[in-house]
C-alpha cells in the first residue's frame, strides 16, 4: 500500500446573518393636517384606512409612533419618500429611522 496523505474531509457551514432591521418612526407636528398623514401612511405604506388613523393618532397623542419596520434600505426609501410627499406640500411631516433592538 502507497503512504498517502488523507486529510478529513471538513466541511465549514458559513450561517448567512438576516440583515438588521430598522423601525420608520412618524413625528409629530402641529401642522400638518391629519387626513394629509393618513393619506400619506396610505400611500407609501400600503395601510389601510383604520391603520392610518390608528398610526397618526398616536402619533398625536404620544409625539412619536413606529409606523413599520423594514431592512435599512427599505425602511430609509419608505421615510424619505414619505417626509418629502409632505415637504411637496407644504407641510413639516417628518419620519425618521432608527435600528430596532
Given at each position: 500500500m502507497a503512504d498517502t496523505d488523507l486529510k478529513p474531509r471538513t466541511e465549514t457551514k458559513k450561517k448567512t446573518?438576516?440583515?438588521?432591521?430598522?423601525k420608520v418612526i412618524l413625528l409629530n407636528d402641529d401642522y400638518t393636517p391629519r387626513?394629509?398623514?393618513?393619506v400619506v401612511l396610505k400611500k407609501v405604506f400600503r395601510m389601510s384606512e383604520e391603520e392610518a388613523m390608528h398610526v397618526m393618532m398616536t402619533a398625536?397623542?404620544?409625539?412619536?409612533?413606529?409606523?413599520?419596520?423594514?431592512?435599512?434600505?427599505?425602511?430609509?426609501?419608505?421615510?424619505?419618500?414619505?417626509t418629502d410627499?409632505?415637504?411637496e406640500n407644504?407641510?413639516?411631516?417628518m419620519?425618521?429611522?432608527e435600528p430596532e433592538e
Amino acid at each position: 500500500m502507497a503512504d498517502t496523505d488523507l486529510k478529513p474531509r471538513t466541511e465549514t457551514k458559513k450561517k448567512t446573518q438576516r440583515p438588521r432591521l430598522y423601525k420608520v418612526i412618524l413625528l409629530n407636528d402641529d401642522y400638518t393636517p391629519r387626513e394629509f398623514v393618513v393619506v400619506v401612511l396610505k400611500k407609501v405604506f400600503r395601510m389601510s384606512e383604520e391603520e392610518a388613523m390608528h398610526v397618526m393618532m398616536t402619533a398625536h397623542t404620544k409625539d412619536v409612533c413606529v409606523v413599520a419596520v423594514y431592512t435599512k434600505d427599505v425602511a430609509e426609501t419608505k421615510a424619505t419618500e414619505a417626509t418629502d410627499l409632505g415637504r411637496e406640500n407644504g407641510y413639516p411631516l417628518m419620519f425618521t429611522t432608527e435600528p430596532e433592538e
